[in-house]
């Protein structure tokens, strides 16, 4: 089944997709930031997960106010919102789509800003536009989600130095046939799986350097879909799609030393933390995934196994220094690019006159 009719799309009409569970306390200030959009050629398709509040009323408020505004209900499992996502994409008639949280915003200004320059770009598959972060209403604080600069983007995604999160990429309709539909399976980490598969299947974008136009709520009692899952599957979950990552990029080169040493990194701090919270997997399942890919040769397995044996005899949180002492120490043995921590995510600031001039967009 394809992803979506082509002959149905709008040539102007900007789709956005929105999973929602249990939102009725913020959800409609997701959509008033849709409804206040200066460009208004948009339909905003939101798609329950069913929700046990007030969610659906608060939604339908909505529909019976702007007919743009969509209500459909998760027909078919799996729960989650990728699932949600690609229901919403099953619907879409726009030439444009956006993948937007329903406990994020959109600026005024997002949907003309970014029409405008798909309009002029043609070519492109997708564009990123960069996100601010605001823990109670946008403008509250300068952090932005990361840097668009030019460092390679596949290799930063590998590295988990995400440089762009769901909502600051509007694509072009047609291409997510490139891409495919989201992991229905991810509990976890689906738009770093969905980003990195836009990347190898080589989709022509650009990272456009304008005021943020998006907001990502960081507010602590607020938490996303995929996070209602119990342990032992959000971990299950997190080995195979690095594995499924990995499986990916060996399709289509040769595994780099450098991306070897990285899935390693990963894989040793997976184990890490099946040892800090008990779940129970067995950590021979992970090291096997390890030794298929052959990420670190027989000298370096053997110092990881005993790194692993060492660091869960001081598992216990009364060691917490010691097991300091232990990461830091295998850093000296390991190749640096296992362990390596050069994220900039959350770390880079908006300059004071552009946080200016979105605030003054906000508050006209």
Known sequence: MPIFSLCNVNSQLVSIIIPNFNRAKIISETLDSIYNQTYS?????????????????????????????????????????????????????????IFLDSDDLLAPYCLEQRVDYMQKNQNLDFAVFPM??????????????????????????????????????????????????????????QDWDFHIRALVANCVYAKVKVLPD????????????????????RFKSRIRLFEKILALITSVSTLQLTYKNVFAGHFIKIMEQIIVNRVPIRITTVLDIVNKYKLVNKYYEYIVWLYLLVFRFFSNNRFTIIRSGLYKAIRYILPPSILETGSTHFKVKLKDEEMAEVKKYLFK
């Open 214 to 233: 998006c907001f990502l709520r960081r507010n602590v009692d607020v938490s996303r879909i995929s996070e209602h899952n119990i342990t032992l599957q």
């Open 132 to 189: 601010l972060v605001f823990t109670n209403k946008p403008g509250d604080s300068n952090v932005i989600w990361n840097s668009l600069d030019e460092r390679n983007d596949l290799q930063r995604f590998l590295h988990l130095d995400l440089p762009w999160q769901t909502t600051s990429p509007i694509w072009k309709s047609e291409s997510l046939i490139k891409v495919g539909l989201w992991d229905e399976l991810a509990m976890n980490w």
């Open 41 to 97: 050629n948009w339909e905003a398709i939101i798609v329950d997960d069913e929700s046990n509040d007030l969610s659906q009323n608060v939604v339908e408020s909505f529909v019976e106010k702007d007919k743009r505004f969509f209500f459909i209900k998760r027909s078919r499992s799996p729960k989650g919102a990728p699932t949600c996502r690609n229901i919403g994409i099953e619907h879409a008639k726009g030439k444009y789509i």
